[in-house]
């Protein structure tokens, strides 16, 4: 493990004096820079399992090694970058009476790996590219998105620790006015999970789907600009490496995406933007909505602002019909590759209102007011989101359209060192008068009675900053309270909060104790300190300003998590980590 | 095969830094009106990248303090406010900018080409300082209150060597 400490040493060497640049080709001239981030976590999972035998309790611990090395050099024009993750199981194989009953399996066995025993290494990006005055040429791993990401739309997600890249070929240019762009490549999803469980499904390599895209975007038309694009996805059935360029000439699910954006900056006192995305399906792509295979689908999206006076004023509006079917194969892997803007309130969210972000059947809007009080200190708004989703499949909790309505408010302040940032709202889903099923009398948080076809969700978000004598004290607090009208999944009423209290010494040292609650049912996870109530403490430190150590001990429960339009059901943990994350 | 690979990628990416100047890679991107922006524009000032989101919290506690900086220490120091937002939520940036009253040049980083070069992590915030010979001159990420006071320290050092 100390290699890269000796990296460390190298970047770091003393930089260099030089003249100040006297034009633009000597700004980017033949200086150089390397950069490397390393990120180390070590993981004990505490795992109890009851046995058949009620007087056996298998501890089935194990503990997880993950290891994630980013290096990037830029010389001159040109740059190059690499990512390589590892990781490994220890103490993972269980016996009983002498008899093997547990060993978890990290790689699949027809999967390479170079490294032995239940370890595991890829070399999951790499890339080369070369930027010139007018040209930028990159060859390997890059992410990209069109315009309002409908039809294309492939960024990591380190929230939900999603990332995968289009592995191929890249060229932007600008001739005139137009900024030029087109791509072709693979989709190299990574092996290794930097945040969850590597063990739980063995490692056994993607299905690397070819993509290909044009996308032109063009500037100064007298307030407006504009943008045309094309992409073609055809998905593998297989896995492999070259599986996505086999896929090219072969009869795969094949969809191709075909839009255009107009922009126009402070015409009638506003910004607006307006973009559309059609998609045509071949036979073999699923089809979310059966009755509606042969049709094409659309997403058409819509924004204003203004800002009139202290004021500011945010419209939304959009119209998906089948624009999700090009992401119906990818579930299995765990993302997709085009996603349009949600306008939902991703913080407190549910697997049905899951459903409704990832609908393919669904129209809507959103309006926001925000009144700066006081300027870059003082900002208290109003939001309402009102939304007609009609799909009726996948995760949706009802077989039949409902209503969506989502009022909010909340407020920002920041003062000096102190600084408020909070929220409520209310989500209500009223689906259309069809009782499902026996409407029990049972008693809830919204009291007794026979329940309806609505589903109520309480939310409120709150974040506080202040100093303590010489420290600053954060508090977080989240609460979530789901009432469930009569539907075929969820039928308790629950109240769940995650909240955290943080004692921090500038970003030198924080210590900080989670708490997190839920009387959900269904969750997957128990807690370790009641059965509803988990704890953890987490201690980090910061020897250098991007250098963060931490230890944490502890659990938190397991959950629906969305960040960026895409939905995961992460796991919960129990357990002890350490990590450290340096660039340098 | 693979640790030739390994071995032979971080050689490469050693020799390099035996040379290396810490030199800022310099970049272009559109800002929050779709006028282009280069690093080089600001070739020979004290230039502060910022890398943040409409989502990070901390982001916005640090933002006011990057504006008094902006305005308080004449036109040698540039602070170029990158949004990491993703394509989706690209309407979302100047509302937000507007609704505070921030007037530093705001660039939109909607592929996180850019964060990818300098915090491939890409966490947030995400502060770079870039000194008058374009060189990297201060890294650091997250934000607590107070840390502000350090990274103005550091930019009145660079501001006084010319």
């Given at each position: 493990m100390?290699?890269?400490?000796?990296?460390?040493?190298?970047?770091?060497?003393?930089?260099?004096?030089?003249?100040a640049?006297?034009?633009?080709?000597?700004?980017?001239g033949?200086?150089?820079?390397?950069?490397?981030?390393?990120?180390?976590?070590?993981?004990?999972?505490?795992?109890?399992?009851?046995?058949?035998?009620?007087s056996?309790?298998a501890?089935?611990?194990y503990?997880?090694?993950?290891?994630?090395?980013?290096?990037?050099?830029?010389v001159g024009?040109?740059?190059?970058?690499?990512?390589?993750?590892?990781?490994?199981?220890?103490?993972?194989?269980?016996?009983?009476?002498?008899?093997?009953?547990?060993?978890?399996?990290?790689?699949?066995?027809?999967?390479?790996?170079?490294?032995?025993?239940?370890?595991?290494?890829?070399?999951?990006?790499?890339?080369?590219?070369?930027s010139?005055?007018?040209?930028?040429l990159?060859l390997?791993?890059?992410?990209?998105a069109?315009?309002?990401?409908g039809?294309?739309?492939?960024?990591?997600?380190?929230?939900?620790?999603?990332?995968?890249?289009?592995?191929?070929?890249r060229?932007?240019?600008?001739?005139?006015?137009?900024?030029?762009?087109?791509?072709?490549?693979?989709?190299?999803?990574?092996?290794?999970?930097?945040?969850?469980?590597?063990?739980?499904?063995?490692?056994?390599?993607?299905?690397?789907?070819?993509?290909?895209?044009?996308?032109?975007?063009?500037y100064?038309?007298?307030?407006?600009?504009?943008?045309?694009?094309g992409?073609?996805?055809?998905?593998a059935?297989e896995?492999?490496?070259?599986?996505?360029?086999?896929?090219?000439?072969?009869?795969?699910?094949t969809?191709?995406?075909?839009?255009?954006?107009?922009?126009?900056?402070?015409?009638?006192?506003?910004?607006w933007y307006?973009?559309?995305d059609?998609?045509?399906?071949?036979?073999a792509?699923p089809?979310?909505?059966?009755?509606?295979?042969?049709?094409?689908?659309?997403?058409?999206?819509l924004?204003a602002?203004?800002?009139p006076?202290?004021?500011?004023?945010?419209?939304?509006?959009?119209?998906?019909?089948?624009?999700?079917?090009?992401?119906?194969?990818?579930?299995?892997?765990?993302?997709?590759?085009?996603?349009?803007?949600?306008?939902?309130?991703?913080?407190?969210i549910t697997?049905?209102?899951?459903?409704?972000l990832?609908?393919?059947?669904?129209?809507?809007?959103?309006?926001?007011l925000?009144?700066s009080?006081?300027?870059?200190?003082?900002?208290?708004?109003?939001?309402?989101?009102v939304?007609?989703?009609?799909?009726?499949?996948?995760?949706?909790?009802?077989?039949?359209?409902?209503?969506?309505?989502?009022?909010?408010?909340?407020?920002?302040?920041?003062?000096?060192?102190?600084?408020?940032?909070?929220?409520?709202?209310?989500?209500?889903d009223?689906?259309?008068?069809?009782i499902?099923?026996?409407?029990?009398?049972?008693?809830?948080?919204w009291?007794d009675?026979?329940?309806s076809?609505?589903?109520?969700?309480?939310h409120?978000?709150v974040?506080?900053?202040?100093?303590?004598?010489?420290?600053?004290?954060?508090?977080?607090a989240?609460i979530?309270?789901?009432?469930?009208?009569v539907?075929?999944?969820?039928?308790?009423?629950?109240?769940?909060?995650?909240?955290s209290?943080?004692?921090?010494?500038?970003?030198d040292v924080?210590?900080?104790?989670?708490?997190?609650?839920?009387?959900?049912?269904?969750?997957?996870?128990?807690?370790?300190?009641?059965?509803q109530?988990?704890?953890a403490?987490?201690?980090?430190?910061?020897?250098?300003?991007?250098?963060?150590?931490?230890?944490?001990?502890?659990?938190?429960k397991?959950?629906?998590?969305?960040?960026?339009?895409?939905?995961?059901?992460?796991p919960?943990?129990d357990?002890?980590?350490?990590s450290?994350?340096?660039?340098? | 095969?693979?640790?030739?690979?390994?071995?032979?990628?971080?050689?490469?990416?050693w020799?390099?830094?035996?040379?290396?100047a810490?030199?800022?890679?310099?970049?272009?991107?559109?800002?929050?009106?779709?006028?282009e922006?280069?690093?080089?524009?600001?070739?020979?000032?004290?230039?502060?990248?910022?890398?943040?989101?409409?989502?990070?919290?901390?982001?916005?506690?640090?933002?006011?303090?990057?504006?008094?900086?902006?305005?308080g220490k004449?036109?040698?120091?540039?602070?170029?406010?990158i949004?990491?937002?993703?394509?989706?939520?690209?309407?979302?940036?100047?509302?937000?900018?507007?609704?505070?009253?921030?007037?530093f040049?705001?660039?939109?980083?909607?592929e996180a080409?850019?964060?990818?070069?300098?915090?491939p992590?890409?966490?947030l915030?995400?502060?770079?300082?870039?000194?008058?010979?374009?060189?990297?001159?201060?890294?650091?990420?997250?934000?607590?209150?107070?840390?502000?006071?350090?990274?103005?320290?550091?930019?009145?050092?660079?501001?006084?060597?010319?």
């Open positions: 100390g290699w890269w400490w000796c990296a460390a040493a190298l970047a770091q060497a003393p930089a260099t004096a030089e003249e640049p006297a034009s633009p080709e000597a700004a980017a033949p200086g150089a820079s390397v950069s490397f981030t390393e990120d180390l976590e070590v993981r004990y999972w505490r795992l109890d399992e009851r046995l058949p035998d009620p056996d309790v501890v089935l611990d503990v997880e090694q993950v290891n994630r090395l980013v290096a990037r050099a830029d024009r040109w740059g190059i970058g690499t990512q390589v993750d590892q990781v490994a199981l220890f103490f993972n194989r269980f016996y009983l009476d002498d008899v093997l009953v547990v060993e978890r399996e990290l790689v699949a066995p027809d999967t390479f790996s170079p490294l032995p025993g239940q370890s595991y290494a890829n070399v999951e990006k790499v890339l080369v590219q070369y010139g005055d007018d040209i930028k990159q390997g791993d890059g992410y990209a069109f315009a309002r990401g039809a294309l739309n492939l960024n990591r997600n380190v929230d939900i620790d999603i990332d995968t890249s289009i592995q191929g070929a060229a932007t240019g600008q001739v005139g006015r137009f900024d030029l762009s087109g791509l072709i490549g693979q989709l190299n999803r990574q092996q290794v999970y930097q945040d969850n469980p590597n063990a739980l499904n063995p490692i056994s390599g993607d299905r690397r789907h070819a993509v290909a895209g044009v996308r032109a975007d063009g100064g038309f007298g307030p407006a600009n504009i943008g045309a694009h992409v073609v996805y055809k998905f059935t896995p492999g490496l070259g599986a996505g360029f086999s896929a090219l000439s072969e009869t795969t699910p969809t191709v995406v075909g839009g255009g954006n107009v922009e126009l900056m402070g015409v009638l006192g506003a910004d307006g973009g559309v059609v998609f045509g399906f071949n036979d792509m089809a979310p909505l059966p009755d509606a295979a042969d049709d094409p689908g659309y997403a058409a999206y924004s602002s203004a800002y006076g202290p004021f500011v004023l945010l419209a939304e509006a959009k119209r998906y019909y089948q624009a999700d079917r090009v992401n119906a194969l990818l579930t299995p892997e765990l993302y997709e590759v085009a996603i349009a803007p949600t306008l939902e309130y991703e913080r407190a697997e049905d209102s899951a459903g409704a990832n609908s393919n059947d669904i129209w809507g809007g959103r309006i926001q925000d009144w009080a006081i300027p870059a200190t003082l900002t208290p708004y109003v939001a309402v989101a939304f007609r989703d009609l799909d009726t499949g996948a995760l949706h909790f009802n077989d039949v359209p409902e209503t969506i309505a989502h009022p909010m408010m909340g407020v920002q302040y920041t003062g000096d060192h102190r600084s408020v940032l909070a929220n409520v709202g209310f989500r209500s009223e689906r259309d008068g069809s499902q099923g026996e409407a029990p009398e049972e008693p809830s948080l009291g009675g026979p329940r076809d609505r589903d109520h969700q309480l409120g978000d974040a506080v900053d202040f100093p303590v004598s010489v420290l600053q004290a954060k508090i977080n989240a979530e309270a789901y009432h469930w009208g539907n075929p999944l969820q039928q308790t009423d629950y109240i769940e909060s995650e909240t209290w943080t004692l921090a010494y500038r970003s924080a210590l900080t104790w989670f708490m997190d609650y839920t009387t959900n049912p269904l969750v997957a996870t128990t807690g370790n300190l009641q059965e109530l988990y704890g403490v987490e201690l980090q430190v910061k020897p250098a300003p991007a250098f963060t150590i931490k230890g944490f001990y502890g659990a938190y397991a959950g629906i998590r969305c960040s960026g339009g895409q939905c995961r059901l992460l919960g943990f357990g002890a980590r350490i450290a994350v340096a660039t340098f | 095969m693979f640790r030739t690979m390994v071995a032979a990628t971080l050689g490469l990416l020799s390099v830094s035996a040379f290396a810490d030199k800022a890679a310099d970049f272009t991107l559109r800002d929050i009106n779709g006028k922006v280069h690093l080089h524009d600001y070739a020979g000032k004290v230039v502060v990248l910022s890398f943040w989101a409409t989502w990070c919290g901390p982001c916005k506690e640090e933002m006011p303090h990057l504006q008094k900086m902006f305005t004449g036109g040698d120091l540039v602070v170029l406010s949004s990491t937002d993703d394509a989706r939520s690209a309407s979302k940036v100047k509302p937000f900018i507007m609704s505070q009253g921030f007037t040049p705001v660039l939109l980083d909607r080409s850019v964060i990818g070069t300098y915090n992590s890409k966490t915030p995400f502060t770079v300082v870039v000194d008058r010979q374009g060189n990297l001159a201060h890294v650091a990420s997250g934000y607590n209150p107070g840390d502000e006071k350090g990274l103005e320290t550091k930019i009145d050092a660079l501001l006084a060597a010319h």
